[in-house]
Each structure stands twice: as C-alpha cells, then as structure tokens.
C-alpha cells in the first residue's frame, strides 16, 4: 500500500514571502508520479506541479517549485512571493501505476497568506 | 477547452434515499475517477473507469456504484443513503490512463444527507 503524510496540517506566511510545504511518501513501485494541489476556499481542486519519479531535475512552475528527495521519498513545496491568492488547502498526492489507477492524498496543508 | 463539469453541484438527499452524481471529463480525456472528501477521512479513491470499463474501487461498499458512457461521461450512484455519506464527491478526467497524465478535477457535488 502508499501512503502520503503531511505533517504540517496549518501553515501562515506574510505576503510576498517564501514557504515551504512537506510532504513525506511511501511507495514499493520504482515507477511513480507526485502532485501538489492546491483547493482555495472555492473547493476547486486545481493542479500546481507535477514530478515524474526518473527524472532528476525538481521541476518548477513560475513561484511553485518542488525539492523531491528520492531516497528520502520527500516532496516538499516551495512557493516563493507569496500572494493573497495562494490561501488554500494544499494536498500532496502519489500515483504509481502498477494497475491501481488511483491517486493517494495526503491529509493536507492549509496555507494562510497574511497581508 | 471546457474544464471537467459535474452536476448537481449541491445535493440534499434523506436517510435510504438513492442518488446519482453526474461527471463529464475535459473533451478527449478518456479516464474517469472519483474521489469522495470529508473532514474526517481526507481524500478517498472510490473508483477509476477507462473506455466504459472499471478498473479499479477503492475500498467503499458495495452502495457506491458507477459507469462510464461512450462518450466518456460517468456517473456514480449511491444506494441507501446513510448520514455518512455526507461529503463532496469530486470527479477528475484525464486523457489516457493516469499514469502517462495528469488528472483534473471538477467543481464537485456537495451532497447532504439528513
């Protein structure tokens, strides 16, 4: 079975500064994808970054980049220039294939930005 | 392109009642999941469906049901109502098996059971 643990179920930071969200997993597949979404208050789940397991590089979108530590099987986001618009639940979430064609949450983040 | 639409956004139903939640994914996405949130739980998998076929449930009764249509549109069913099942139950599309792509998700269905 996966699982995804977040261990920090509230989170606050000033506006136009960094934070950083994390996000620990487990999986036995060698082969698998990670996720950060974001659901602002409006409960529209919308995706922010997306990690392919064999590729190295963390992968960056504008203010949203991830440090992903394979080994460690740690995912953590960083969202740089905080912005009134980034309060939301935040939920880490593993796929790994192998036939279970499913997504497994974490228990999520939820991230204030104070002005 | 229009995103993933479901529909009845908002749902109060009674206890033993039945009901059926409707998902239509992003055009030319083929895979169809459903999740269900509460507070308690999270985010639970309920079920996957791939060219009209399920190919994978997660661990819910067999109350929780679903199809898929030609057209990729699916529903999901709920038999016998219990006040547990008061959640939002979102659905989210992807173009071929989640594994090559990313899933997107819908709005969702507030459902209330009294």
């Known amino acids: 079975a996966q699982t995804v643990t977040q261990s920090q179920p509230e989170m606050s930071v000033q506006e136009a500064e960094t934070v950083t969200l994390s996000c620990t997993y487990d999986t036995s597949e060698s082969n698998y994808y990670l996720f950060w979404y974001k659901q602002p208050p409006s409960r529209q789940m919308i995706l922010v970054i997306r990690q392919e397991a064999y590729k190295q590089q963390n992968a960056t979108e504008n203010r949203f980049s991830v440090n992903f530590q394979k080994a460690a099987k740690s995912f953590s986001l960083k969202i740089s220039d905080s912005q009134l618009g980034d309060t939301a639940m935040y939920f880490c979430?593993?796929?790994?294939?192998?036939?279970?064609?499913?997504?497994?949450f974490g228990k999520g983040t939820k991230l204030s930005v104070i002005p | 392109k229009a995103g993933v639409t479901q529909t009845p956004r908002y749902l109060i139903k009674t206890r033993g009642q039945q009901v059926t939640l409707s998902c239509s994914p992003i055009?030319?996405?083929?895979?169809v999941s459903w999740y269900q949130q509460t507070p308690g739980q999270g985010l639970q998998f309920l079920f996957e469906?791939?060219?009209?076929?399920?190919?994978n449930k997660g661990n819910f009764p067999g109350r929780f049901s679903g199809r898929q249509f030609s057209n990729s549109r699916s529903e999901m069913n709920v038999s016998t109502l219990e006040l547990g099942d008061s959640a939002l139950y979102l659905c989210a599309s992807s173009i071929s098996p989640p594994s090559t792509d990313t899933q997107y998700f819908g709005p969702g269905t507030r459902l209330t059971v009294l």
């Open positions: 055009s030319g996405h083929r895979s």
């Open positions: 979430a593993l796929y790994s294939g192998a036939g279970s064609y499913q997504l497994t």
């Open positions: 469906y791939f060219s009209e076929t399920q190919r």
